[in-house]
């Protein structure tokens, strides 16, 4: 079969690799769709966050579809649509282990969940990306119509977090420089979108909510001049969200604003335990997220892909595609 295969740093290649066998307690799934995230090129710079060893199959956003149980399995059987969670105890799904870029892979039935009918597949391998914006605004608490939320960022975790917020009822205001990124902003759900980059943007903000800043403060970017900015633009007894990942890098930030503005703020980890929240969620609502996929190829180019992903000034979330429901 063909799988996506990082061999060394830097080296990826579509390799030629047998069909994996599997154990009495596990899954063979053939893949439909899989996303490419930023998480994937540091696997194959050599800089991932837990020890891996080369050579490794990425994929860790992706929906697929039963095509052998083992004999201990019970509740899943060939045919059913899935998907699956990605952090297993101390083993990440598309990293420690293989993943999901290949024909087939390997995973066990405790990391499984069914796709709704209401999903496609492509809508489906989207899941994990926004399962973390999901778990943030639970985590911002009771986000509703009575909220101004505002998002800095607009990748695909912070275009999540505008689309959930939205369909939550809040009005969105999104904070991101690029044109075309905030023109997906709009189209999921964002009121506003401000450049935080420039010198007014805090006026802005306060402009728009009548001079009393927002009710909830969601950082996707990682940026921290973006984090510094969250206590900026919050208002009194703001929840403020920080989702964005950055280690090491510091910025000057006004901290008494936590004390003087009440501030509640929280920063989350991946999205434990809401997987299956998220699904019932997408199926409810209809809430579609396939507009923040920009490029899609099928597993024969998938170096393409790889490579069309690291375009962050072209695209914001590629797609690699095996017979998959778009």
């Excluded at 996303?35 to 540091?42: A, K, L, N, R, V």
């Excluded at 401000?194 to 728009?208: C, K, N, R, Y």
């Excluded at 099928?298 to 393409?304: M, T, V």
Aim: charged residues 20%; negative net charge.
């Amino acid at each position: 079969m063909k799988a996506v295969q990082f061999q060394g740093v830097g080296e990826l290649t579509l390799a030629d690799v047998d069909v994996p066998k599997i154990g009495d307690d596990e899954v063979l799934v053939a893949l439909r769709s899989v996303g490419i995230c930023h998480s994937d090129f540091e696997l194959l710079e050599g800089r991932y966050i837990i020890p891996f060893q080369y050579p490794i199959i990425p994929g860790h956003e992706w929906a697929g579809e039963v095509a052998e149980v083992g004999r201990g399995v019970t509740g899943f059987e060939p045919g059913d649509r899935v998907l699956g969670e990605c952090v297993i105890g101390a083993e990440h799904f598309g990293f420690s282990i293989s993943g999901a870029a290949a024909e087939y892979f390997v995973a066990r039935p405790e990391w499984l969940h069914r796709v709704p009918d209401e999903l496609t597949d492509s809508q489906a391998a989207l899941v994990e990306p926004f399962s973390c914006a999901y778990f943030a605004a639970m985590r911002a608490g009771n986000v509703n119509a009575a909220d101004t939320a505002v998002v800095f960022g607009a990748g695909p975790i912070g275009l999540s977090c505008v689309a959930v917020a939205a369909t939550l009822g809040a009005r969105v205001i999104a904070a991101e420089p690029d044109p075309a990124r905030g023109e997906l902003a709009r189209r999921l759900g964002a009121e506003e979108v401000l450049d935080p980059t420039s010198d007014g943007f805090v006026d802005q903000v306060m402009e728009l909510t009548g001079g009393q800043g927002a009710g909830v403060v969601m950082e996707a970017s990682g940026h921290t001049s973006a984090m510094a900015a969250t206590l900026e633009v919050a208002g009194f007894n703001a929840r403020v969200v920080n989702i964005g990942i950055d280690v090491g890098r510091s910025a000057t930030a006004r901290l008494g604003l936590i004390q003087s503005k009440q501030l509640q703020i929280r920063g989350t980890i991946g999205s434990p335990g809401v997987w299956q929240d998220t699904l019932r969620f997408l199926a409810r609502s209809g809430l579609d997220l396939t507009p923040m996929i920009t490029a899609r190829f099928p597993l024969a180019r998938a170096p393409e892909a790889y490579a069309s992903a690291r375009r962050t000034d072209r695209n914001v979330k590629v797609h690699i595609e095996n017979g998959a429901r778009a």
